[in-house]
């Protein structure tokens, strides 16, 4: 098979190299044009004489090599080497008009045979080597029968020189010609591995991009400065910042929150090696996230002063979400069949006692049988919380759309029906916020969760004037919340660890299972619970004290309730 040229290799390659490389001449071609025309314009406002016809031709080559340069195109055949039309304007054009100008002038002043070497370099570096080879032959010839037509005509003085000058010059063209075309086939071939590698590096791009971007972890990138260089998007989420900012940087600095995993990173840097550590982020208003950070170094390379710090981050919400499935999957089924065999006993327990209770009149047995009733009431209701947890939730309804209630009315009902089951103790001050926006929740869950965070925050309140306050509010980003605050005294951090834990609890008498059965609830909503010591007034006071936060999902704007008024966040 016939070797391909240099363009062939380029149009398949990159098709606007070839471009350039074809303009590059065309242009070339036009200059020199309009070089021999301004040339000629000069010597005829000189004085001296020159041929109408010669500005004539020279004019007809100009507007041929412009009409070639602003409308042609760079064309190839079907075998991928320059059309016979393209040699045949170009190379054949050039040779016949450089070689006729070189017959037209007059006095011998002007000597055009070095301008045939254009057609020479243009075949090299877009024809094969053939091509150039034989282009550097006929423009060799040319020159040999431009000399004979001097000799012809008696202008010409001594012939061997005028032979031996020729023949020189002949020589360097096809010496131009090989080198061209060696030089521009290796600048070819260097250009293909260029661009392949270049495409291999922009594929590999790509595909880190889409698995970061991806990712469920999340990955921050961090100078020594703690200037994050980029985070995708479910960093951005754990960071509490918004997603949509794209890839502008974040100085870790400029939130209370991040001042811990810049510490982690300025670590890693001081000690150079990789660390771990598990940290909470917090933002105010918003519910703390726990998150596990790994952190790695990069190498540093040549040009680069600093190395840099990629900070691997995991929210441990979803690690112990995972845990607690795998241990309630094992857990649920034994628990259900214990408490359905727990029922039954219980069961014949309470009405035997009852019965016994009707038939007795001594005051000590009636205590008796009162504490049986009360501890087996108790056990009812341990046995109805395990069963609760251990059923499949179900929703109510037979539509796909969520149950929608309006958050202030719904918290307002649940405290006043709570107050009033104790009045003298069960005191709670009500703050509403959210202007009747809607959250898609169960009522019935909604005023399980209310009760259970009350009862707590009636455990270990003081009994003071707003010890236990109860807030609705709307997020900067229009998301409701509800806050349970009491003024109870902080708890231990084991306590805290494990405080939504099932059948965890700092009491004896507890079953555990309130906050467990409050997280659940809310998760079925896709809502969210945390725990937090916040700092409320009461009495123009600022008092410390336990705060339970719901963070609510936004319902989708088609299913708001229709209202006349703008809600401004809080």
Same mark, same amino acid.
């Given at each position: 098979m016939t070797p391909a040229s240099p363009a062939a290799h380029l149009a398949e390659s990159d098709p606007l190299a070839l471009a350039r490389v074809w303009y590059g001449f065309m242009t070339a071609r036009v200059t020199i044009a309009l070089a021999i025309l301004v040339w000629h314009g000069a010597l005829l406002a000189l004085g001296q004489t020159v041929s109408p016809w010669m500005l004539l031709f020279c004019s007809g080559y100009l507007a041929s090599a412009l009409a070639l340069r602003l409308t042609g195109r760079p064309s190839h055949s079907h075998s991928g080497h320059p059309s016979k039309r393209f040699w045949m304007g170009t190379v054949g054009v050039d040779a016949l008009v450089f070689s006729t100008l070189q017959l037209m002038q007059s006095g011998g002043s002007i000597n055009y045979s070095p301008l045939l070497g254009l057609p020479v370099l243009l075949a090299a570096v877009l024809g094969r080597r053939a091509i150039a080879l034989g282009t550097a032959a006929g423009m060799t010839l040319l020159l040999l029968l431009l000399d004979i037509w001097k000799l012809y005509t008696h202008r010409a003085g001594d012939e061997a020189a005028l032979f031996m000058q020729s023949g020189m010059t002949g020589m360097g063209y096809f010496v131009a010609a090989f080198l061209v075309n060696q030089l521009a086939v290796r600048l070819e071939r260097e250009e293909q591995l260029a661009l392949h590698s270049q495409q291999d590096a922009q594929l590999q791009t790509r595909v880190n991009e889409l698995v970061i971007e991806t990712l469920t972890d999340g990955v921050l990138v961090v100078d020594a400065s703690g200037s994050a260089r980029a985070a995708n998007p479910a960093a951005r989420l754990l960071l509490g910042t918004d997603s949509r900012t794209g890839?502008?940087?974040?100085?870790?600095?400029?939130?209370?929150?991040?001042?811990?995993?810049?510490?982690?990173?300025?670590?890693?840097?001081?000690?150079?090696?990789?660390?771990?550590?598990?940290?909470?982020?917090?933002?105010?208003?918003?519910?703390?996230?726990?998150?596990?950070?790994?952190?790695?170094?990069?190498?540093?390379?040549?040009?680069?002063?600093?190395?840099?710090?990629?900070?691997?981050?995991?929210?441990?919400?979803?690690?112990?979400?995972?845990?607690?499935?795998?241990?309630?999957?094992?857990?649920?089924?034994?628990?259900?069949?214990?408490?359905?065999?727990?029922?039954?006993?219980?069961?014949?327990?309470?009405?035997? +006692? *009852? $019965?016994?209770? &009707?038939?007795?009149?001594?005051? /000590?047995? !009636?205590?008796? @049988?009162?504490?049986?009733?009360?501890?087996?009431?108790?056990?009812?209701?341990?046995?109805?919380?395990?069963?609760?947890?251990?059923?499949?939730?179900?929703?109510?309804?037979?539509?796909?759309?969520?149950?929608?209630?309006?958050?202030?009315?719904?918290?307002?009902?649940?405290?006043?029906?709570?107050?009033?089951?104790?009045?003298?103790?069960?005191?709670?001050?009500?703050?509403?916020?959210?202007?009747?926006?809607?959250?898609?929740?169960?009522?019935?869950?909604?005023?399980?969760?209310?009760?259970?965070?009350?009862? +707590? *925050? $009636?455990?270990? &309140?003081?009994?003071?004037?707003? /010890?236990? !306050?109860?807030? @609705?509010?709307?997020?900067?980003?229009?998301?409701?919340?509800?806050?349970?605050?009491?003024?109870?005294?902080?708890?231990?951090?084991?306590?805290?660890?494990?405080?939504?834990?099932?059948?965890?609890?700092?009491?004896?008498?507890?079953?555990?299972?309130?906050?467990?059965?409050?997280?659940?609830?809310?998760?079925?909503?896709?809502?969210?619970?945390?725990?937090q010591r916040a700092t409320r007034e009461r009495g123009g006071l600022a008092v410390q004290g336990n705060a339970f936060m719901v963070q609510f999902r936004p319902p989708k704007p088609s299913t708001l309730v229709a209202r006349s008024f703008d809600i401004q966040p809080v």
């Amino acid at each position: 098979m016939t070797p391909a040229s240099p363009a062939a290799h380029l149009a398949e390659s990159d098709p606007l190299a070839l471009a350039r490389v074809w303009y590059g001449f065309m242009t070339a071609r036009v200059t020199i044009a309009l070089a021999i025309l301004v040339w000629h314009g000069a010597l005829l406002a000189l004085g001296q004489t020159v041929s109408p016809w010669m500005l004539l031709f020279c004019s007809g080559y100009l507007a041929s090599a412009l009409a070639l340069r602003l409308t042609g195109r760079p064309s190839h055949s079907h075998s991928g080497h320059p059309s016979k039309r393209f040699w045949m304007g170009t190379v054949g054009v050039d040779a016949l008009v450089f070689s006729t100008l070189q017959l037209m002038q007059s006095g011998g002043s002007i000597n055009y045979s070095p301008l045939l070497g254009l057609p020479v370099l243009l075949a090299a570096v877009l024809g094969r080597r053939a091509i150039a080879l034989g282009t550097a032959a006929g423009m060799t010839l040319l020159l040999l029968l431009l000399d004979i037509w001097k000799l012809y005509t008696h202008r010409a003085g001594d012939e061997a020189a005028l032979f031996m000058q020729s023949g020189m010059t002949g020589m360097g063209y096809f010496v131009a010609a090989f080198l061209v075309n060696q030089l521009a086939v290796r600048l070819e071939r260097e250009e293909q591995l260029a661009l392949h590698s270049q495409q291999d590096a922009q594929l590999q791009t790509r595909v880190n991009e889409l698995v970061i971007e991806t990712l469920t972890d999340g990955v921050l990138v961090v100078d020594a400065s703690g200037s994050a260089r980029a985070a995708n998007p479910a960093a951005r989420l754990l960071l509490g910042t918004d997603s949509r900012t794209g890839k502008a940087p974040l100085q870790l600095d400029s939130q209370p929150g991040w001042l811990a995993l810049l510490a982690l990173a300025q670590k890693t840097f001081a000690e150079e090696s990789t660390q771990q550590a598990d940290i909470r982020i917090q933002h105010t208003g918003r519910s703390p996230r726990r998150v596990r950070v790994r952190t790695r170094m990069t190498a540093a390379e040549e040009g680069q002063a600093d190395s840099l710090c990629v900070m691997f981050l995991h929210d441990l919400r979803e690690m112990e979400a995972r845990l607690r499935t795998e241990k309630m999957a094992a857990m649920g089924r034994m628990s259900a069949a214990v408490a359905h065999e727990i029922r039954n006993p219980l069961a014949a327990i309470t009405q035997a +006692n *009852a $019965l016994l209770e &009707e038939d007795l009149t001594d005051p /000590a047995q !009636q205590r008796l @049988t009162t504490m049986v009733r009360h501890n087996a009431q108790r056990l009812a209701k341990i046995v109805d919380e395990v069963l609760e947890i251990a059923r499949v939730p179900v929703r109510s309804g037979h539509g796909s759309a969520p149950l929608q209630i309006k958050l202030d009315e719904a918290v307002d009902t649940v405290c006043r029906d709570w107050s009033q089951q104790d009045p003298t103790r069960r005191k709670v001050q009500v703050s509403l916020g959210t202007l009747g926006l809607p959250v898609d929740f169960d009522p019935d869950h909604l005023r399980r969760v209310l009760v259970n965070l009350l009862d +707590n *925050a $009636l455990r270990y &309140e003081s009994g003071q004037v707003g /010890a236990i !306050q109860v807030d @609705t509010r709307l997020l900067p980003d229009r998301q409701s919340s509800l806050l349970v605050w009491s003024d109870g005294p902080p708890m231990e951090q084991a306590v805290e660890q494990h405080l939504f834990e099932p059948f965890f609890s700092s009491e004896s008498r507890s079953s555990g299972l309130g906050l467990y059965i409050c997280r659940e609830l809310c998760e079925r909503h896709r809502a969210s619970i945390a725990y937090q010591r916040a700092t409320r007034e009461r009495g123009g006071l600022a008092v410390q004290g336990n705060a339970f936060m719901v963070q609510f999902r936004p319902p989708k704007p088609s299913t708001l309730v229709a209202r006349s008024f703008d809600i401004q966040p809080v």
